[in-house]
């Protein structure tokens, strides 16, 4: 099938090349010189495992070219919009100005018949008002809205190998004709049993905001946990293997520290909360509300909890910052706890050096005034404390004993509860984590 691809972001991109993979002839549109330069040229404009390799992979079967041009995207039957839908600034809903503009782009190349599929995380109600611009201007065109579940640092795994697909379908017999594309393009996807949901317009779309609160909701529950555990000297880590045991809950994103962060999770349930308000029904989601705060206090807890081992005083304390991408192998740093964390520790007089083995370049554009280390090596050296807040690989495996040499004071803040306590206290250090007692 001949397919175009609008957006070519995180998302986008690795949707384009993964739609080649499974055989289609893909093209990927966006409106950033930059992105689609780098894409023709087999770059990843981003960190994600795996990306590179399947790119150049598609483009060498010639089965993918990028374009600025949307011109370029007629001829093709299925048109997926996969553009960014940011926290609109200062506000919290949803900014849909790229869904717009790529809808509007769209006209010039769509024909009758053929299916625009959304992805795009949006508020509800969105898909219905883009359907009755599409029906208007181009009789005959069809639009489904068909969420995307992907995780970054899983993106390739997550599109090719998802554990759901939901359609989000017109009615009755453009419906039909929409989800027989749909299967056409997933061919391969649903062969092997995928589960798929067809549905409407409204619950494909609620589909996608729903499971990002609930993952948030467990996130958050688990950090309020710790909250209680602190007060009470429990242990957080060991409630959330007690209770994950239970199928019904599972342990998964049960995992206590600083928190949720990224270009997802915060800004949906921010946007559900206010769509819910626009159609008078807030009430429904004021628990989110609560969610994002136990979210943030989290950011905050970690700060005092660095002044507590710090004597009390952050002025000028060396900091280790180990850890700026909201989440491992990733360099997205949107909304990052880590670099949260490490402005208000600078802004509260401590003197600290931030490291990441992806993000330090991002972090250095949009957080300039912090410093910043190639290695946690070199970040580490003279430091009075050590806060790991996001768990790459490379840092759980530090040798703790060697680590220690470089310090002036062996005191580790363990903000996402991924180091081993007793190896770090056997080798001399302060132990403390986010819901813990001090080790
Ligand atoms: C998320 C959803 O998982 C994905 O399905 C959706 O399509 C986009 O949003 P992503 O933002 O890539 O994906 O990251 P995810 O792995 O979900 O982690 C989100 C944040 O939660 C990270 O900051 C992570 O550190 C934090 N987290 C996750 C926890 O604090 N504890 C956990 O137990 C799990």
């Keep these: 099938m001949r397919i175009s691809v609008i957006g070519c972001g995180y998302l986008g991109a690795v949707h384009a090349a993964s739609m080649a993979e499974i055989g289609h002839e893909v093209v990927g549109i966006d409106v950033d010189q930059r992105k689609i330069t780098a894409l023709c040229a087999g770059r990843a404009p981003f960190y994600e495992p795996d990306f590179e390799q399947l790119l150049a992979r598609a483009l060498e079967a010639g089965r993918l070219s990028f374009s600025t041009d949307v011109t370029d995207a007629a001829g093709a039957q299925v048109h997926f919009l996969c553009v960014g839908t940011p926290q609109k600034h200062g506000e919290y809903a949803a900014d849909l100005r790229f869904v717009q503009a790529a809808a509007e782009s769209l006209l010039q190349v769509l024909a009758p018949g053929d299916l625009v599929v959304g992805k795009?995380?949006?508020?509800?109600?969105?898909?219905?008002?883009?359907?009755?611009?599409?029906?208007?201007?181009?009789?005959?065109?069809?639009?489904?809205?068909?969420?995307?579940?992907?995780?970054e640092g899983f993106a390739v795994r997550d599109t090719l190998h998802p554990d759901r697909?939901?359609?989000?379908?017109?009615?009755?017999?453009?419906?039909?004709?929409?989800?027989?594309?749909?299967?056409?393009?997933?061919?391969?996807?649903?062969?092997?049993?995928?589960?798929?949901?067809?549905?409407?317009?409204?619950?494909?779309?609620?589909?996608?905001?729903?499971?990002?609160?609930?993952?948030?909701?467990?996130?958050?529950?688990?950090n309020a946990m710790a909250e209680l555990c602190e007060a009470t000297g429990a242990d957080v880590k060991l409630l959330a293997d007690a209770i994950g045991y239970d199928d019904r809950i599972g342990r998964k994103f049960l995992n206590a520290g600083?928190?949720?962060?990224?270009?997802?999770?915060?800004?949906?349930?921010?946007?559900?909360?206010?769509?819910?308000?626009?159609?008078?029904?807030?009430?429904?989601?004021?628990?989110l509300r609560e969610v994002d705060n136990i979210n943030m206090r989290r950011r905050i807890r970690m700060v005092e909890l660095a002044r507590e081992v710090l004597d009390g005083s952050l002025l000028g304390k060396r900091v280790a910052v180990l850890g700026a991408a909201f989440k491992p192998d990733s360099d997205d740093i949107r909304d990052s706890p880590a670099l949260n964390v490490a402005a208000q520790l600078q802004l509260q007089g401590a003197v600290v050096c931030v490291t990441d083995p992806a993000a330090v370049e991002n972090s250095r554009r949009e957080w300039p005034h912090l410093d910043y280390a190639a290695t946690p090596e070199e970040a580490a050296a003279d430091a009075d404390a050590v806060l790991v807040l996001t768990e790459w690989r490379q840092y759980r495996e530090l040798d703790p004993a060697a680590f220690?040499?470089?310090?002036?004071?062996?005191?580790?803040?363990?903000?996402?509860?991924?180091?081993?306590?007793?190896?770090?206290?056997?080798?001399?250090?302060?132990?403390?984590?986010?819901?813990?007692?001090?080790?």
């Design 258 to 287: 600083l928190g949720f962060g990224g270009g997802c999770l915060p800004k949906d349930i921010r946007a559900f909360m206010a769509r819910a308000g626009e159609l008078g029904a807030d009430q429904a989601l004021t628990f």
């Design 404 to 439: 220690g040499e470089l310090v002036r004071q062996k005191r580790v803040l363990d903000g996402r509860n991924a180091l081993d306590r007793e190896a770090w206290t056997a080798a001399g250090w302060t132990y403390r984590a986010l819901g813990r007692r001090a080790g």
């Design 165 to 222: 697909l939901v359609y989000g379908l017109p009615p009755d017999g453009d419906g039909v004709t929409a989800e027989r594309l749909l299967d056409e393009v997933y061919a391969p996807i649903v062969a092997r049993g995928t589960p798929k949901v067809t549905t409407d317009h409204a619950t494909a779309e609620m589909v996608k905001t729903a499971a990002n609160s609930f993952l948030a909701t467990k996130i958050s529950f688990i």
């Design 120 to 151: 795009s995380t949006v508020p509800v109600g969105t898909a219905a008002e883009l359907a009755a611009m599409f029906g208007e201007k181009v009789p005959g065109a069809l639009l489904a809205w068909n969420p995307e579940f992907l995780r």
